[in-house]
């Protein structure tokens, strides 16, 4: 009864859910509908990260793929360490909504101490000296190495699992900074009311975790595909090498579909010159990159960039320009889940797990 009503409350979050309207799960028939029930029998509910995909039926397959077959999927990785990459990955890209969460699920799994240090921003302070290191490679893995950089703290076997769960949330901070608010409370619950909720939320979903996940169980949601070159740190597990090619063609598939080729070619050549570094206050450096694009394609280029570089520079302002040379919600979720995978792929070819 109590996991029945977290899941009905946890539904009505997706009205926070911001610039698109996800499909509900009463309308959603077909892919929607199948990612929704796998979604709340695997994750334990709806979760807005995933929701707000549900406009581009692809993206949104590929973003419960990886994130299930990374995150959720039995192997060789405790969920109770790949929460701690997830939340320290998240750390790292200041996505406080998904810090929240998955600290939450992490004091449910290991103990508030591990959760609470790492929701701080004091990994250093971690007790565990195992979960300490990892949790420290995953809040620095956004940066570009250099030959000084040490061996990664896991095995040659773990580290698909490990660096999927990584390259997974380099992508869904972004899409999180874009379209979802700082908490994921509803603004409305009071402050002194905040912490005893985030504990429900945490046992919630612990208990999810605790529950076995068959590896592969979502990858008949998208068609067989090779794996990419820069996806290599997957081909060690079958079932994350299957869900990273997968869900890597869907999304390129869309960006194809909504992402001009000019736009494309702007945005890899810039990410191939990137350190993972911020890129400030300033959006200046934005202006001077569409400045050779086409007047019609120049909107869609600066919310590419913004999107893979500087998602929490993006504003209302950002997406109405979009919009007026690409409406519609399937349009901004499919170049927007394009440009973060497009980041995140660019992360974890850097990575250093061996």
């Not at 959760?115 to 570009?144: K, N, Y």
């Not at 605790?210 to 067989?224: C, D, K, T, V």
């Not at 590419?304 to 570089?309: E, I, R």
Request: net charge neutral; hydrophobic share 45%.
């Amino acid at each position: 009864m109590a996991a029945s009503l977290m899941q009905a409350a946890l539904r009505r979050s997706l009205d926070q859910v911001r610039h698109v309207t996800p499909v509900r799960m009463s309308a959603a028939d077909d892919t929607v509908g199948r990612v929704y029930r796998q979604a709340e029998r695997d994750f334990g509910m709806l979760a807005p990260p995933l929701a707000l995909h549900s406009p581009a039926p692809g993206p949104l397959a590929a973003s419960w793929m990886m994130l299930r077959e990374s995150l959720l999927a039995d192997g060789k990785v405790s969920r109770a360490t790949k929460e701690a990459v997830a939340a320290a990955v998240s750390l790292g890209n200041a996505c406080p909504y998904c810090i929240t969460v998955h600290a939450a699920t992490l004091s449910g799994l290991l103990d508030s101490p591990t959760a609470a240090a790492v929701s701080a921003d004091r990994i250093s302070e971690i007790a565990d000296p195992r979960t300490r290191a990892i949790a420290d490679w995953a809040r620095r893995s956004g940066s570009r190495p250099d030959s000084r950089s040490s061996q990664p703290p896991f095995t040659e076997e773990q580290a698909p699992e490990i660096a999927g769960v990584a390259v997974t949330f380099h992508y869904l901070n972004r899409m999180v900074d874009i379209f979802l608010t700082d908490s994921p409370l509803p603004p409305a619950v009071p402050a002194l009311a905040r912490g005893g909720l985030l504990r429900v939320l945490g046992r919630f979903m612990s208990a999810s975790a605790r529950a076995a996940h068959q590896p592969g169980a979502s990858l008949e949601l998208l068609p067989a595909a090779a794996l990419p070159p820069d996806l290599w740190w997957a081909a060690g597990s079958p079932h994350v090498a299957e869900a990273f090619a997968r869900a890597g063609a869907a999304i390129e598939a869309a960006g194809r579909q909504f992402v001009p080729a000019p736009v494309q070619a702007v945005l890899r050549t810039r990410l191939a010159d990137w350190d993972g570094g911020p890129q400030g206050v300033s959006r200046s450096w934005v202006d001077a990159e569409v400045r050779a694009l086409p007047d019609r394609q120049r909107a869609t280029g600066r919310l590419v960039l913004l999107t893979a570089l500087a998602s929490y520079q993006i504003d209302e302002p950002v997406i109405e320009a979009f919009r007026n040379e690409q409406p519609g919600d399937e349009a901004l979720i499919a170049t927007t889940s394009w440009a973060s995978m497009a980041a995140a792929r660019q992360v974890g070819s850097w990575l250093r797990i061996s």
